[in-house]
């Protein structure tokens, strides 16, 4: 993860960073601003998950995949055991990812979870179970895409090492292979 993206350099994808945002601040703007506007924590239940579940689904489906290559996913088998599945873009493809797209993709997602659990401490401290619930489910959302993205990360660059590591092994193979052969 590139800490300071080129300065120079523009966003690849700039609509999906636009909604990569606006869903993760629809949701944190939604549950801090509510309680001047409703009465109703149904209300505030309702719409904030909804908007945290819409930022969930977009990360993971769409802009994961865009602005990182990366996609993951968890199946239970038939053992009822969990099993995480990774997609990644070839070692070709990643390298060309745009920096300032990766930059504000993993930014973002570590900084919504941030400010969720900071909420979450705010409705502890003024004991506010309801809103702990809320918050809980948010953080839960973001958490888990945090968890996903960065175990595909880890994934994609064990298989980028295998790959690196099998074309060497073979370019080896095949030039002590014709070092030997008589003609």
């Not at 994609?156 to 008589?182: E, P």
Request: some cysteine; overall charge neutral; glycine content about 4%.
């Amino acid at each position: 993860m590139d800490l300071n993206p080129t300065s120079g350099e523009n966003y690849a994808h700039p609509q999906i960073c636009f909604f990569h945002v606006i869903f993760k601040a629809s949701a944190l703007a939604f549950y801090i601003l509510s309680a001047l506007f409703f009465d109703s924590f149904v209300i505030i239940f309702v719409v904030t998950v909804l908007l945290s579940a819409l930022d969930f689904w977009v990360v993971k489906n769409v802009s994961g995949r865009i602005l990182v290559g990366l996609r993951w996913w968890n199946e239970i088998n038939d053992e009822g055991e969990s099993i995480w599945k990774f997609e990644c873009l070839d070692q070709e493809s990643l390298s060309r990812m745009n920096k300032k797209d990766s930059w504000l993709f993993w930014w973002t997602i570590y900084l919504t979870a941030a400010l969720w659990l900071i909420l979450g401490i705010f409705s502890l401290i003024r004991f506010q179970a309801d809103y702990v619930l809320v918050v809980g489910v948010c953080l839960t959302l973001s958490v888990a895409n945090i968890v996903g993205f960065t175990k595909c990360r880890k994934d994609a660059k064990k298989q980028i090492q295998a790959f690196a590591s099998q074309t060497i092994a073979s370019r080896f193979s095949s030039t002590l292979q014709s070092a030997f052969t008589v003609v």
